[in-house]
Structures are given as C-alpha cells and as structure tokens.
C-alpha cells in the first residue's frame, strides 16, 4: 500500500447546495480564494457527493428550499449517517422565519446566512465555523491515536503472553490466530442467529481478544507431560487437566484491573473452556448455559483447532472429519445452538480459516501501519483522506476503461449512482432519486426487471451478498443483453443491517447470440432444421418432471418407402422429402408441441393433451397431414404413440413403448398408427430394439391401434 502526499497544504473544502445558480456563483467567488469550492444543485446530488466525499467536507452551505430534496431532508440524511458529528452545517435562508431556524438548529444546524449575501458577515462565520471544527477534529484525532496506541500495545502484550504458552507447549504458532478467527466467526453467526445471549459488537469484541488467554494455565505444567508424544497415563491427564484452574488462578491473582472486563472475560474463557454442556467437563462440572458463552464458543473453536493441526501425539485430521466428528458427539457434547452455526458455517469455514493464515498480508498490514505512525506530520484523517482520493481516481479510470455499467445503490436516501461512462452509455443521470418511479431507468429495463433484481438483492445475506442476472436493457433504440452483478451491502449490528448494493452490468450481447447460435447448431439437425433427438430427449425430461399431473403423449413417426426414394431417385432427391415432411410436422402440431428428427427417416412427436380432448382426432389429422405424395413419389408413414397415463412420465419408457407401437404398426401392413398397450410388452422396437417375441397381433381399428 503507498501513501501519496501533496507538496502544497490541502484547502478546506466547502460544499454550496442551492437550486439557483446565481447563489451558488456569489458564494463561491466570496470564498473560492482561500477555500476548494464544490457545488450541488439540489439535495440529491449533495447527499450523493457526501456519500463518496464526506470525509473531505469542511462545512456545508446548505439553502433551505429546494426542489427533489429540500435542506430539511439533507439534513434527516446526514443526521442518519452520523456526518453532523464531523461536518458543521450552516443554513442559507431569504427570511428570518423564527420556527424554521428553529427547527434548523434542532437538526444540528451550527449557524444561519441570509440573502442578500453580506461578505463581510459569510466570511467570519465561515472561518469560525470552520476554526470550530478543525480544533474539535485535532482534539479527537489525538484522543483516538492515543486510544489505538493502548490498544495496540494491550493487543501486543496478549500475543506475547499467548505464544510464550504455544512455544513451550510446541504447538502451531498459528494456533492462536485460528482461535481468535474461529471465535470471532462463530460468535458473529450465533448473534445474527439468536438474541439468547445479547452479544454485542463490543462483546464479540472483548471475547475474542480474550480466547488468546485460554490456555495461560499450561505455562505452569510440566513441559514433559505437554509434548509427551505417546497417550497420557490417567494420572498425567489430571495434572494436564489442571492448567484450567490455575491460568484461572493467575488472573484471579492479579493485585489490579481485577474489574476490568477482559481479565472477567479471560477468567471465564481459562477455568471453563474444557466445561462440556451436558456437565461431564471439567473443572467444576458445569452443564447448559451456567457456562459462559464466551467459554462455550473458545472451547468449540479449540476442539475443531485441535482436530484440524498436527500435534506432537497426532496427525491432523481433514476440515470434514473433523465437523462429521464434532457434530457426532465424538468430542464432547456442545450446545445445540452452536451445532446449527457450525452446520451452517461449514462450506465457507476451511477456506476462510486459510485466508487468515496469510503471513505476507499480517506483516505487509504490520509495516503499513508502523510506517503510517511514523509519520507524525500529518494526521492518520488526513493520510486516509489522500488514500482515498488516489483510490477513487483509479476507480473512476478503471470503470471508463472497463467498458462496464457501474452503480451503486443506498437505501437511505433511496438513491441509484452510475459510473460516468455508465451514465452516458446507458443516456440517464448520474445520479436517480427514488429509481422505481423514475420513466427514463424503467424504459431502459422494465418495472419486472427492476423489481425482480431488487428482490434478488435483498435476499442476500452478509455471508451470502453476491447475486447475478441476465436481462435485457433498452438503450439506443434496440434491446442488448447484460449480466449483472451485485453485491449487498451490510452494515454490523445484531442483526446486521441492509444499507445498499454495489454492482455492475457488463454487456453480453455479442457473446450470448455467438452462445445461442452455437447452441441451436448443437440443438438443431443440419438436415431438417428440427430438433434433435439428444436435445428433444432433455427438453421433454424437463416438461415431464415439472408436469407430473399433466397428460402427453409422443409418438414416432417413420417413412415406409424411403429407401426406395433414395434408390430410384437418388439421395438428394431423398434429403429433399425429409425436408418436405418436416415442414408438413410443423404446420401439423403447435407451437408449444415439440418436433424432432429422431434419426435417419424417422421423426418424433411430443404433445400435452387434457381429458377433455379427443387425442385420436389429434394423431389421425398429424397422420393424414403427412400422407401424400412429393413429387409424384407416393409418401407412406407409420406411426406409434405412448401415453403417459398407460406408460408413466419415465422418458426412456415412453420412448420404448412409442417405438414399439411403431414395430407393430409396421408389422401389420405399414400405412397406419398404432397406440401402446400391454399386449406390446414383449415387441420388438423398430428404432431402438429390446429382446423379446411378438407373438399376438395387435387389434386394428380402423387407422390406428386404440
């Protein structure tokens, strides 16, 4: 990571909201010479660019009455988002309306200007607003250095003590970190699952420093017993077995600090991390919720440590022996609770596990921070500040190089942002206030499209926050088809919170035709321009396992004579007559029907029919239809069809019984079509065929077997 500093000191920025451009201009040339002026024309844009720039903002002017969002509103905004805490506002009003100022100063409003603009009078109260804030943020930023040095060299000094106990224990010096990054998962998953335990941010906080703690007791157990690489003896167990009362004891006996909540915390994570829920644990027998919670999650995240890393008695077991053992009882009994976390956690645990054991990136993160401290001339605010900036100018380059439609939603305000390419490409504002009722972004993608992507995107869960969908967007007077990609937007808290989503809509247009036509060339016979028979197969899969109550029935469908046909005239005479009985299928059936070449001369039939109609009309007019003759060659077709509601919704099974209704339509003098029964059982198959004897004839009635 590298900091990037101005050589010349950074001006104070200040924000001008107002409708009327006049105002804005009179303002700005009043301060432009000692100040960095940016401007917003209404209260959407300015929530957008506070949004992106807060931390840069020095004080906003912000005019009371505007259109789309009045000050009023800006002001519930910032509120919400806590920037009246760092930013000082002061209101720009044309009357002295004692109950608005009021209510202004209510919200958090530090001053008011009136128009006409006196400079002399907008000066001062500028500069003094502004010299207000900047002592108040000195005086924070020091307080928080401070705060984070503490707590930085707190942190450091339990990391210490923690490895001293691995190092003498010759254990994994990863061991603690899988600790701390267990805890914290399991904690955070259990409070967004239940307010059992009312765990706060704070106390997630606090136990997870302290499970670093949980093992201090062994520091005072013979080191023999600790590495003994063969089983321990029942009396080497029990000595082993002590290093929960004594790393107790060791904080119990601090002269101080004694009411701090970490050493309560630590206390509780030493003595009763080996505690099991059912009470068979030790030291004190503990059962149920009498053991602490924080005690409870450190003693999961150890067993699944333990089972998971190499130790001088054992190999390591795999992350899925390992959950299949803990969740089978096989290392103690857990609560139940707890169970469901780690069964939910389970796909995602390993992976992030080995993300947190990244040395390079801890120490990376360690240099960047002792290299930001030592830069005592500018504040950590301001180096963040300065980062920021380089990191937004990349964004912006990438996104307009990228060729993608970049956004980014927040729900409070309800407020759509594009990418400036994004906003060009697709012809709409940058910025979109209350997207759903808005007819340019709705004309581009539809009210179902919007809403089915919103929906999407709110079903997302911290652990599960990336969605993708395919559509098509209008723009530039024709449909194109883009994927989406969006992530969710959390913020922490018991239960998380849904603020918003980031995202981006990449053309596929191109790539998605070249898909489907490659497909349809898969899909489709060369010959006949009908499916064929693999793609037929695995569409009619699809519709008889979605429609288990409806009635189909297929048929298939041969030509006597076409031997012949190639043989006296010739084989593209023969290609031709395929050509022409497809066309006949397809002015025969629907065009929710599906049509198939089956293979060689013979074709395949798929339809949905209902009680109410009468299938042999159907498949006598199918039959008749492709009777005839091509020029002056006499067309003979046979025929047989299979029935769900005799044969059953098994594809290969239906397939069978149709091809041996066609063997025993052509077995009994071609020309005719035949329906499956029983008595066909043992047939013959004319396309596919079984072993088995025909040995009864079909009943014949008329054109068809009934």
Same mark, same amino acid.
Request: some cysteine.
């Given at each position: ?62 005019d009371m009455v505007m259109p789309e969002m009045d000050g009023f509103e800006v002001l519930d905004v910032m509120e919400q988002e806590h920037w009246m805490d760092s930013i000082p506002v002061i209101m720009i009003s044309a009357e002295s309306d004692v109950i608005q100022m009021q209510r202004a100063y209510d919200k958090g409003v530090v001053d008011f200007i009136l128009r006409p603009f006196d400079e002399r009078i907008v000066r001062r109260r500028v500069v003094n607003t502004i010299l207000l804030y900047t002592n108040q943020k000195k005086l924070i930023e020091l307080v928080a250095e401070e705060i984070w040095e503490k707590e930085r060299v707190s942190n450091l000094m339990i990391e210490i003590l923690s490895h001293v106990v691995e190092f ?161 009882g096989q290392c103690g009994t857990f609560n139940p609770l707890l169970m469901e976390c780690l069964r939910e956690m389970d796909d995602g645990l390993e992976e992030t596990i080995k993300k947190s054991e990244s040395a390079q990136n801890q120490h990376e993160l360690w240099k960047t921070m002792q290299e930001a401290l030592r830069n005592k001339d500018v504040s950590i605010s301001d180096r963040s500040l300065r980062q920021l900036n380089h990191e937004r100018m990349k964004a912006n380059f990438y996104a307009d190089m990228s060729g993608e439609i970049q956004f980014e939603y927040t729900l409070a305000p309800e407020m759509l942002t594009l990418s400036d390419w994004g906003a060009r490409k697709l012809g709409l504002e940058k910025i979109i206030a ?7 972004? +709705? ?140 066309? @006949? ?29 009468? @299938? ?55 020309? +005719? ?34």
């Open positions: 990571m590298v900091f990037i500093f101005n050589a010349e000191e950074r001006k104070e920025r200040i924000l001008i909201v107002d409708d009327a451009q006049m105002n804005r201009a009179i303002l700005a040339d009043m301060l432009e010479a000692d100040y960095e002026i940016i401007e917003a024309e209404n209260g959407v844009e300015a929530v957008s660019i506070l949004q992106k720039r807060s931390g840069e903002i020095s004080l906003v002017l912000l003498r224990n010759e254990e994994s010096g990863q061991h603690i970190l899988r600790i701390h990054v267990l805890t914290e998962l399991f904690l955070k998953h259990l409070a967004g699952k239940t307010q059992r335990y009312h765990l706060s941010p704070a106390d997630i906080s606090l136990i997870v420093m302290a499970s670093a703690l949980h093992d201090i007791g062994k520091i005072a157990v013979d080191e023999r017993i600790l590495n003994k690489p063969a089983r321990l003896t029942d009396e080497e167990f029990e000595i082993i077995k002590t290093h929960t009362l004594l790393g107790a004891k060791m904080l119990d006996n601090l002269p101080i600090y004694t009411d701090e909540p970490l050493l309560k915390v630590a206390y509780q994570i030493c003595r009763w991390h080996h505690e099991r829920y059912d009470g068979r644990g030790y030291p004190d027998g503990l059962a149920g919720d009498d053991i602490p919670i924080a005690a409870q999650v450190v003693a999961l995240a150890d067993v699944y440590d333990a089972l998971t890393s190499e130790r001088c008695y054992k190999k390591a077991y795999s992350h899925e022996t390992a959950v299949n053992m803990i969740l089978e209350d997207q759903k009722h808005d007819q340019a972004i +709705r004309q581009i993608g539809g009210a179902d499209k919007l809403d089915t992507i919103s929906k999407a995107i709110r079903s997302t869960t911290p652990e599960a926050p990336v969605v993708r969908y395919e559509c098509e967007l209008h723009h530039d007077g024709q449909p194109r088809w883009y994927q989406i990609v969006a992530r969710s937007i959390w913020e922490e808290g018991t239960p998380p919170k849904y603020v918003g989503a980031i995202g981006k809509a990449v053309d596929i247009h191109e790539s998605l035709m070249r898909l489907m036509e490659l497909e349809k060339q898969a899909s489709y016979d060369m010959m006949t321009d009908l499916l064929n028979r693999y793609y037929a197969e695995r569409y009619i899969k699809e519709r008889l396992a979605k429609n288990q109550n409806a009635e189909f029935v297929l048929a298939l469908l041969d030509l006597d004579e076409f031997k012949r046909a190639n043989d006296t005239n010739g084989h593209l005479f023969g290609d031709r007559m395929l050509q022409h009985v497809a066309q @006949l299928l397809r002015q025969a059936v629907r065009g929710s029907d599906i049509i198939a070449r089956a293979g060689g001369d013979e074709f395949l039939v798929f339809l949905k029919y209902t009680e109410d109609t009468d @299938l042999d009309a159907i498949i006598s007019r199918i039959f008749n239809m492709l009777t005839g003759s091509y020029h002056g060659f006499k067309i003979s077709i046979s025929m047989g069809a299979a029935q769900t509601a005799t044969v059953g919704y098994d594809y290969d099974r239906l397939f069978q019984a149709a091809d041996q209704a066609l063997y025993s339509a052509k077995k009994a003098g071609k020309g +005719r079509y035949c329906y499956y029964d029983a008595t066909m059982r043992n047939t013959l198959s004319a396309i596919s065929p079984i072993d088995g004897q025909d040995n009864k004839a079909p009943d014949l009635r008329g054109g068809g077997v009934q």
